[in-house]
């Protein structure tokens, strides 16, 4: 987390929550999703706008991580801006030594490989779940042709459950009986 967002935390600790602003899709692009947006529908039927500064993507890559209880989100300074998924908190890109590297850059040792019943394949690295970017499934099939990653089959709707994470922050806080902006995670 950088320091000035740990500065903003220690100065404005009670800034509430936002949830329904900021999607992840499939390929690791990040959208901004107004009022306008979510009135439309949930992510990622309702996308929103793309987001294309590279300088704000990166400092929302830096602040990305889970809560506790397995939402993702965004540390904006004071803030919280939880993040709605399109299929996992992470999207991996494999390098051509079949490392991986995060959306965010960051990088993971595979720990397992799973596909689901449409052919899309996920990595788990770091206790971690994230699905292979669609311009490295290539790579991955290598991978698994050179006997260093085996497949398993995996639903995809179980994976939030079997790694703790939550597809829709919003949808879990209007569950709730939150509103958007609330003063307390879930």
């Known amino acids: 987390?950088?320091?000035?967002?740990?500065?903003?935390?220690?100065?404005?600790?009670?800034?509430?929550?936002?949830?329904?602003?900021?999607?992840?899709?499939?390929?690791?692009?990040?959208?901004?999703?107004?009022?306008?947006?979510?009135?439309?529908?949930?992510?990622?039927?309702?996308?929103?706008s793309l987001l294309l500064h590279e300088k704000l993507i990166e400092f929302i890559e830096r602040n990305y991580e889970p809560d506790a209880h397995g939402q993702w989100f965004f540390q904006n300074g004071p803030q919280r801006v939880y993040v709605e998924l399109e299929t996992t908190p992470l999207i991996w890109r494999i390098q051509p030594d079949f490392s991986v590297v995060s959306h965010t850059g960051r990088g993971a040792v595979v720990q397992d490989c799973l596909m689901d019943a449409q052919g899309r394949v996920y990595l788990t690295a770091d206790g971690l779940v994230g699905l292979v970017h669609t311009l490295d499934v290539l790579a991955a099939a290598e991978a698994v042709e050179a006997?260093?990653?085996?497949?398993?089959?995996?639903?995809?709707?179980?994976?939030?459950?079997?790694?703790?994470?939550?597809?829709?922050?919003?949808?879990?806080?209007?569950?709730?009986?939150?509103?958007?902006?609330?003063?307390?995670?879930?």
């Open 1 to 48: 987390m950088d320091d000035i967002v740990k500065q903003a935390l220690a100065k404005w600790p009670n800034v509430p929550d936002c949830y329904g602003w900021l999607g992840l899709d499939a390929r690791g692009r990040w959208y901004m999703r107004d009022d306008a947006t979510q009135a439309q529908g949930p992510f990622p039927s309702a996308k929103g």
């Open 147 to 186: 006997g260093r990653w085996m497949p398993r089959e995996v639903a995809a709707e179980d994976l939030p459950a079997l790694y703790g994470f939550v597809m829709s922050p919003l949808a879990r806080c209007e569950a709730a009986g939150r509103t958007k902006a609330a003063s307390q995670t879930l």
